[in-house]
């Protein structure tokens, strides 16, 4: 009886959000959107380089776009998922990383300066020692075959790694 009623309170309460308009994209969007493709990626860490792959795909309304990464690493392989997008009540981007090192998400916003074309975006997540901490992101678009991009933990000069990404044709 107890999980009926919960079911029947759950579609009222959806009814007024149903009948709202859905977003929509925005401009925003386009700065993500442009990633849509394949993808080969060289990422330096350590003093190594791994070399990969990366799938973008805009979904989900033309919301979000939705990145898929493989790549050696050391030994093994690496795995890692994406979703990024434009929060137009925030006036931020926003992105979730997932990846086959960590069990933890890294949130991250930012914004974008288009007479740079950089994306600049923090958050907090486990270090390497799985202590919470600081860290930025800085991709810059200097064309739409390349992607730099940057990842910093804290307010260190030096990158935690790179990685440039190449449009395959």
Same mark, same amino acid.
Request: hydrophobic share 40%; aromatic share 10%.
């Given at each position: 009886?107890?999980?009926?009623?919960?079911?029947?309170?759950?579609?009222?309460?959806?009814?007024?959000?149903?009948?709202?308009?859905?977003?929509?994209?925005?401009?925003?969007?386009?700065?993500? #959107?442009?990633?849509?493709?394949?993808?080969?990626?060289?990422?330096?860490?350590?003093?190594?380089?791994?070399?990969?792959?990366?799938?973008?795909?805009?979904?989900?309304?033309?919301?979000?776009?939705?990145?898929?990464?493989?790549?050696?690493?050391?030994?093994?392989?690496?795995?890692?998922?994406?979703?990024?997008?434009?929060?137009?009540?925030?006036?931020?981007?926003?992105?979730?990383?997932?990846?086959?090192?960590?069990?933890?998400?890294?949130?991250?916003?930012?914004?974008?300066?288009? #007479?740079?074309?950089?994306?600049?975006?923090?958050?907090?997540?486990?270090?390497?020692?799985?202590?919470?901490?600081?860290?930025?992101?800085?991709?810059?678009?200097?064309?739409?075959?390349?992607?730099?991009?940057?990842?910093?933990?804290?307010?260190?000069?030096?990158?935690?790694?790179?990685?440039?990404?190449?449009?395959?044709?």
């Amino acid at each position: 009886m107890r999980t009926m009623l919960t079911a029947i309170t759950m579609m009222v309460l959806a009814v007024p959000v149903l009948a709202q308009p859905g977003a929509k994209p925005g401009p925003e969007h386009d700065v993500i #959107k442009r990633l849509e493709g394949n993808w080969t990626i060289l990422m330096k860490a350590g003093g190594m380089e791994y070399k990969g792959t990366m799938a973008y795909k805009m979904e989900l309304g033309g919301l979000w776009l939705v990145g898929s990464m493989e790549s050696d690493f050391g030994e093994g392989k690496f795995t890692g998922k994406s979703l990024d997008t434009y929060d137009a009540a925030k006036k931020k981007y926003l992105t979730v990383w997932v990846d086959s090192m960590s069990t933890t998400p890294i949130f991250m916003e930012g914004t974008y300066d288009a #007479k740079t074309k950089t994306l600049t975006m923090t958050g907090e997540a486990p270090d390497m020692e799985g202590k919470l901490a600081k860290w930025k992101s800085v991709t810059e678009y200097p064309d739409n075959d390349t992607v730099n991009f940057t990842m910093y933990l804290a307010d260190a000069k030096e990158p935690m790694f790179s990685i440039v990404y190449k449009r395959k044709k």
